[in-house]
């Protein structure tokens, strides 16, 4: 089986999509190896949240089997619970990260020179710092950007992990065409008029730097923090959300594991940062931001909470609030060709960015799966040619959300129970 396998996957991958299953040798850290496994026989959500409970991260979800990264611990542990396990151990070279997409330090020097260009409508502040003491940086474009208006605030959040790089470059897409169309598109300059846009493009640059800073992809997920007691280092930081917190089996209590849900909830530093950002816009007691995406990678996906629980109508879920979402979600996904579906759909995650945001904070938000849609496409490292492509394949969608940051009720006919 693992020839056949391989076979389905060695074409593409020479091409570019690689994946690197171990840290590298001669690391001054103990770490614990990652490797990409195919598991055969998962059918249901329910099997997949049962491989997930092990501490493995779902990579690729398919009819019958999932593809995830796993230690060899946690691969055993999938085993034994009668599933089909097998190790894609892939016969070709790993190449080096591409330098066709931008580092930490390219990041920092886009943005400046950004609000340089363009200093009514954006400003850059630093929110917070890394767990290694990087800036952790907002980036707010609206007119008037220095002023705290009374209108609707749309919050981007992107590369919570690591190894999805595709997603900062959808920030640098997104700083780039609400700036340099300004003025000339009517849309954009109605919505940068009337919308308070905050954009975090790299809230996890630490993992980030560390994936791409070896002579190959490192398949990093976390942060750098390290863990008490343990050799293994990181937090999952879309485990650590303070909503629900390690409750349903939706991530692990091993600090080996790629879904390491950390301590406590917001143990994460970058976590404990970015909440504190999004309470710090409760004024007059209520919530600006009224809609947010968290970017990741990939499979081509628009997911809506909840996420720990298999329920749409449940506690902290109204039947209005689910249809706001779904048809929000739907309307998005018919501009850029993602499938839509309630996060738990394929699986049960618990402490997620997503179920924080509309269980504590009332925000109507989504998570976006950008390209590709499979591993032989390229799965977290696709060939940097794709980046202006698949970024600009979500201009519409995301306006679209923008539309709608005034009252996402409106996309149901709710907006006078909704929005006064």
């Not at 970058?270 to 919530?287: C, H, K, P």
Request: hydrophobic fraction near 35%; proline fraction near 5%; include cysteine.
């Amino acid at each position: 089986m693992v020839a056949s396998v391989l076979r389905r996957f060695l074409v593409p991958l020479a091409a570019g999509a690689l994946f690197l299953s171990a840290l590298p040798s001669g690391s001054a850290i103990a770490e614990p190896s990652y490797d990409l496994y195919e598991v055969r026989g998962a059918t249901t959500a329910q099997d997949r949240t049962e491989i997930t409970a092990t501490g493995a991260a779902i990579d690729q979800v398919g009819d019958d089997s999932v593809l995830v990264t796993a230690t060899p611990d946690d691969a055993e542990a999938i085993g034994d619970l009668g599933y089909d396990v097998e190790v894609l151990d892939l016969p070709v070279p790993f190449a080096g990260p591409d330098s066709g997409y931008t580092t930490y330090g390219e990041l920092l020097g886009v943005i400046d020179q950004m609000v340089a260009d363009n200093p009514r409508i954006a400003a850059k502040s630093v929110i917070g710092r890394s767990h290694q003491g990087r800036d952790l940086v907002a980036v707010k474009i609206s007119d008037n950007v220095r002023v705290d208006e009374n209108e609707p605030e749309v919050l981007f959040v992107h590369a919570q992990h690591a190894r999805e790089h595709l997603t900062v470059e959808m920030a640098v897409y997104l700083m780039r065409l609400l700036t340099d169309e300004y003025g000339s598109d009517p849309r954009i300059t109605r919505l940068v008029d009337n919308r308070e846009i905050w954009i975090l493009p790299n809230v996890n640059p630490d993992g980030s730097e560390y994936d791409m800073a070896g002579s190959s992809w490192r398949n990093w997920r976390k942060n750098r923090q390290p863990n008490a007691g343990s050799s293994a280092v990181g937090t999952d930081l879309n485990r650590n959300w303070d909503y629900r917190w390690g409750c349903c089996g939706g991530s692990s209590s091993n600090p080996s594991s790629s879904t390491y849900r950390g301590s406590a909830p917001e143990s994460a530093t970058e976590v404990r940062v970015i909440a504190d950002f999004v309470r710090s816009r409760v004024v007059g007691g209520e919530q600006q931001i009224t809609t947010a995406i968290d970017f990741h990678t990939y499979s081509e996906l628009i997911l809506w909470p909840f996420g720990h629980t298999y329920s749409d109508v449940t506690t902290g879920m109204t039947r209005a609030e689910y249809d706001t979402h779904a048809a929000l979600g739907r309307h998005m996904a018919a501009a850029n060709g993602y499938t839509p579906q309630q996060s738990s759909d394929l699986y049960i995650t618990d402490g997620s960015i997503n179920d924080w945001l509309w269980g504590d904070q009332r925000i109507v938000n989504f998570t976006y799966e950008m390209y590709p849609r499979s591993a032989a496409r390229g799965g977290f490292y696709p060939p940097s040619s794709v980046i202006a492509r698949e970024t600009a394949r979500n201009r519409e969608a995301v306006l679209r959300l923008l539309d709608y940051a005034d009252c996402p009720y409106r996309i149901i006919g709710r907006q006078a129970a909704y929005c006064g």
